[in-house]
């Protein structure tokens, strides 16, 4: 076959990893996505993130989704496009001084909104992680067992949120939505029907006849009959076939001009 | 209910209890912690704790009944009492406050699935019919449902369809916009909202719509207030009749 | 765990409270049988139970927040304790005794990283939308999450930005507050040091005017400040789009 090229890729792929077998192991399943690969890759230089350097950060990115791709890990694009744009901004940072003149933002700027950025994620990470050592309920802290029911006077008498009035909803419409929505099945005359039906017919045909004429009619397909145009165009096919099997022959006079059709028997 | 002469016996028990049986007994006097602790358990237990379940769980060898006094002491003036019952004790109310629970004792109720469905489709389809409703649920509304929902004051007659009978529409009122905390009734979440907190599959037919709720029925006669109180009336014979159909 | 500082500050301020405003309040010292009161009904609720609640019960003019600051005292050292939750007060038991209580401990089920990502977000900067949510995190928040968070009832949807595109807040709820034992959401950790350091901008600041990586669709080239506002409102125009469909 033609893919010989990418079974190639694969054999290369397969004795790869056979021969590099003990490298890193790459895992870019265990990262949502590359502010949380960026922010792993800063913790484990142990710098304060306010003073990393952006620079060192967005080689070490480089170089991860460099062995990544080298070992044909499927990475996200997500993931591509933040080495691109760490590529850009790393060669733009390395730029001498004075730059040429340019609308775009000072890469400084850029480097410090992405150092912001990871700052922010660390810290709503620590803000999750420091709720959980807070005393709560019913793991450090007990409410009375048997309350006598005493609640307060602005409490609400039902148990009903707004979550719970839209999963009502949602639940309601979506009920409806799935159980009457039916995509109308395409009315086809099908080939095998045309054939099986056509080459009965052949059998029985002692001249020429016109193609068109031998169609089904309304009483024979019942109500749901298919358009005219795949009951023309499922014939046209089957009688092809079976004259190629031998069973019939056809001829047409002029282009556009009606398709004849005879029984093979019939010939004299 | 409960019999002060039988409680000061009960107290005076317990309070000689260690002292009859200093000479059997090794108990010592119950520690402060014993009793912070048989204080927590009586209070976290969803039923009256024997001595047995005590003990298990206070330091070995603390003298339960003592401990037990030491706490009935400490509440006697409180607004709640250590009580026994059957041999086992709990926390209860001071018998001369009942008064104060008497009357505020209410679970909370689970609103009907019917009347949550029937809500959040006047909330979103309003001014809607009761036919309308009746449409999208597609099972019938019942007149409890609706009454009900009258009663809490969230849902409220808007007016009329100008549509053949005449039908009167539903729409929701302001205690309702307060209870589920929304600022106005296009705060409602549409369909992209409710698609992203994934309470509706991404995978809807494409003609899949939810109506605007801010938007004004042009195609009904509005209710002003007086009109509103003459049409209840209306509204309640004319849903028995429409119901007949 | 417990911050001893925090509290004492709180018991100081609740026993400061009556006597600053002494001047202006005509409350008198909370009478004994008021203590009791508030004490009984703290006791026998079923859920914290806020100043309102309680000064309709107690007898009129009655200093709620003294009357709360006298039982805080008289439980400093018990096994059970007040505390403040979401603005409204609970007994529950010392934190040093749960160990005793193991057996209906229950352990916290672990949120996933992303889940507890997504709840402090929300906690923080509240009132939050999910593209900002998205923006802090630089990835797609999933629909799992936000669904599972509803279902804990620690979140709700607050209303709408008034912004272009109207998109839908999410907030934390009482029930977030009173699980976390947070007096108020603004006792969240650290919260203070996170507003010093601008980091509860869920927009960047104003002076990082860069083109943001994570809104980049494809493979090209940085925006520049000016394609990135087409962008945005590209974006917007699209989200409007997949309301009306």
Redesign the interface.
């Known amino acids: 076959m033609s893919d010989l090229f990418e079974e190639d890729v694969r054999f290369e792929a397969a004795s790869d990893a056979e021969e590099t077998g003990s490298a890193l192991i790459l895992d870019i399943e265990g990262w949502e996505g590359p502010l949380h690969l960026l922010l792993h890759l800063a913790r484990k230089n142990k710098v304060d993130l306010a003073k990393i350097s952006i620079l060192a950060l967005a080689e070490q990115y480089l170089v991860f989704i460099e062995q990544a791709r080298e070992k044909r890990l499927d990475i996200a694009a997500e993931y591509l496009v933040m080495a691109a744009w760490l590529a850009y901004l790393k060669s733009r940072l390395l730029l001498p001084k004075p730059r040429p003149e340019s609308d775009e933002p000072e890469p400084e700027m850029m480097a410090a909104a992405l150092a912001f950025r990871l700052m922010r994620l660390d810290a709503m990470r620590a803000g999750g992680e420091a709720l959980y050592e807070r005393q709560l309920l019913k793991r450090d802290v007990f409410e009375r067992g048997a309350p006598e029911g005493v609640r307060s006077i602005r409490a609400p008498q039902y148990e009903a949120s707004l979550f719970d009035l839209l999963k009502a909803y949602a639940g309601t419409r979506e009920k409806f939505a799935f159980s009457t929505y039916e995509p109308e099945k395409p009315k086809v005359y099908s080939l095998e029907v045309a054939r099986a039906r056509l080459s009965l017919l052949a059998k029985r045909l002692t001249g020429w006849e016109r193609l068109d004429s031998l169609l089904p009619g309304d009483d024979e397909l019942g109500p749901d009959a298919p358009p005219p145009a795949s009951l023309m165009a499922s014939s046209l096919l089957a009688a092809l076939e079976i004259t190629k099997d031998g069973e019939a022959a056809l001829r047409q006079e002029a282009v556009y001009g009606p398709i004849w059709m005879r029984g093979q028997e019939g010939r004299s | 209910m409960s019999d002060p002469i039988a409680e000061a016996i009960a107290r005076l028990r317990a309070r000689q209890g260690p002292q009859g049986d200093a000479a059997v007994s090794p108990h010592a006097e119950p520690s ?1 912690q014993a ?7 009586l ?5 009256p704790l024997d001595a047995e379940t005590l003990a298990a ?1 206070l330091p070995a060898g603390t003298d339960i009944p003592a401990t037990i006094a030491r706490l009935q002491e400490k509440y006697a ?4 009492r250590i009580s026994e019952v059957g041999g086992r004790w ?5 018998p001369d ?1 009942a008064y ?2 008497a009357e ?8 009907s ?1 019917a009347a ?2 029937t ?3 006047i ?2 389809h309003q001014p809607v019919t009761r036919a309308e409703i009746e449409e ?3 099972v019938a509304v019942s007149k409890g449902t609706i009454d009900l929902l009258f009663e ?1 004051k969230w849902i409220r007659l808007r007016g009329r369809r100008r549509s053949p009978g005449r039908p009167v529409t539903f729409g929701t009122t302001d205690a309702f916009l307060e ?5 106005a009734i ?9 698609k ?6 991404s995978r ?3 003609n ?3 109506p605007d709720p801010a938007r004004i029925g042009d195609d009904e006669d509005p209710f002003d207030d007086e009109d509103s109180a003459h049409f209840h009336l209306d509204f309640l014979e004319g849903a028995e009749e429409e119901r007949e159909e």
């Open positions: 402060v009793v912070r602790m048989a204080e927590a358990l209070f976290a237990a969803a039923e769980r003036e409180a607004g709640v709990r926390f209860e109310t001071a406050l104060l629970l505020i004792r209410e679970e909370p109720k689970k609103l699935q949550l469905e809500l959040s489709i909330a979103y999208i649920r597609g809490l209870y589920f905390g929304l600022a296009t705060d409602l979440p549409g369909l992209g909202d409710l992203a907190a994934g309470l509706l599959s809807l037919p494409a899949f719509d939810i």
